[in-house]
């Protein structure tokens, strides 16, 4: 069915490029709308504070106070290297840079003096924006930024917070036992879907690797993106850790019957659907981690399984190693004490973000470490 969309730049260039090249994959189209240089929804200076959207880091400091605890018992774990690289994908404006090395430089100093933080981001008005929140840190010598992963990391940490969920995808749908491609396409009423063969034999590989099946008629996504963005990942980092915090869940879970229609679902004017071509380049557009996937794909890049946890686990975990300590700020009133508690239970509640995010973290060049953040709670 095709669906009328609000005009915008960017699906007038849609609309131009399905004219003259023909349908485009769904991952071509969503690259587009979350990312393109001009009109994509991430590309743009940081949205205003009723954007669709919220993080872990949006609530509370205590989320960037716990996990440079993590950082740092990584950088002892790995010997207490001179030089330890942070590098964050998907760094955003910098908010949660900025909560792990405000802490660090006040109670880890230490680690802080090691610390060489990289803030990866593609848009180059977040990146403007990092650099205006994290002036005391770059002169410090301790932040920096790139539109892309260094290439090489002697020693350190690659980790993401609501990075992956953002990857394009492609969408497929099992039709009368074979494997299917769902594609945009555009006609008089606008764009709509389009059945076609595989864009790619990586598709079918990817379920075949987890020994996967869909049922008929079953809607599923594909994120071949995350796959390769894990396997580099740990071919670039040659001795530490690889951090991944996001929604989502294994593959047997991930493409069960109760995922029938897949996730991927469209975010705009805060309401949630699945109207995925309404208003190409304003509206957000996720769909679920796979984190078996990061598995496979990450062991191909040399990383091995440290821990897979619910974000309740990890917070709590680490709060309680420094006794709760890291919930308020030095000096913080009772009152003040009260609304942090509240905001904390915000990201580890069971029912909302704390049992919906999960914690994956790889490991590479080192045996076995025990991480506090996996400790059962």
């Given at each position: 069915m095709a669906v009328r969309v609000e005009p915008s730049p960017l699906s007038e260039f849609l609309e131009a490029e399905i004219n003259a090249r023909g349908r485009i994959t769904f991952a071509e189209y969503m690259d587009a709308c979350l990312y393109h240089p001009q009109h994509g929804y991430y590309a743009k200076a940081e949205q205003d504070a009723r954007r669709d959207y919220i993080t872990s880091v949006d609530v509370t400091p205590v989320f960037g106070r716990l996990l440079a605890r993590q950082l740092q018992e990584m950088w002892v774990i790995l010997g207490r290297p001179e030089i330890f690289w942070l590098i964050e994908a998907g760094a955003g404006t910098g908010e949660l840079a900025k909560q792990i090395l405000d802490i660090a430089v006040d109670s880890l100093p230490e680690f802080y003096s090691a610390a060489r933080y990289v803030g990866v981001e593609r848009s180059?008005?977040?990146?403007?924006?990092?650099?205006?929140s994290l002036e005391n840190h770059i002169a410090n010598g301790r932040f920096s930024n790139s539109a892309e992963l260094p290439d090489e990391i002697l020693c350190g940490c690659i980790f993401s917070n609501e990075l992956l969920d953002a990857f394009e995808v492609h969408r497929v749908a099992q039709q009368n036992g074979k494997l299917r491609e769902i594609y945009v396409a555009h006609d008089q009423n606008g764009f709509c879907d389009e059945i076609g063969s595989l864009s790619s034999p990586a598709i079918a590989e990817y379920f075949d690797a987890m020994g996967i099946r869909l049922r008929d008629e079953q809607m599923a996504e594909v994120c071949l993106a995350a796959c390769d963005w894990i396997e580099a990942a740990g071919k670039r980092i040659q001795r530490g850790f690889v951090l991944t915090i996001d929604?989502?869940?294994?593959?047997?879970?991930?493409?069960?019957?109760?995922?029938?229609?897949?996730?991927?679902?469209?975010?705009?004017?805060?309401?949630?659907?699945?109207?995925?071509?309404?208003?190409?380049?304003?509206?957000?557009?996720?769909?679920?981690?796979?984190?078996?996937?990061l598995d496979v794909w990450g062991g191909r890049g040399g990383l091995?399984?440290?821990?897979?946890?619910?974000?309740?686990?990890?917070?709590?975990a680490l709060a309680r190693w420094v006794n709760f300590a890291d919930l308020y700020a030095p000096g913080a009133s009772e009152h003040e004490q009260i609304a942090a508690r509240l905001r904390f239970k915000t990201i580890i509640h069971p029912e909302g973000m704390g049992e919906t995010f999960k914690v994956l973290v790889q490991h590479k060049?080192?045996?076995?470490?025990?991480?506090?953040?996996f400790e059962p709670f």
């Open positions: 180059a008005a977040r990146r403007a924006a990092q650099v205006a929604y989502g869940h294994e593959a047997r879970e991930l493409y069960d019957e109760r995922h029938m229609r897949g996730t991927l679902l469209a975010y705009g004017r805060h309401r949630v659907s699945e109207d995925f071509y309404r208003a190409p380049g304003l509206q957000d557009l996720t769909a679920h981690v796979n984190f078996t996937a091995v399984r440290s821990g897979l946890t619910s974000q309740t686990n990890f917070l709590l060049g080192i045996e076995s470490p025990q991480l506090t953040g």
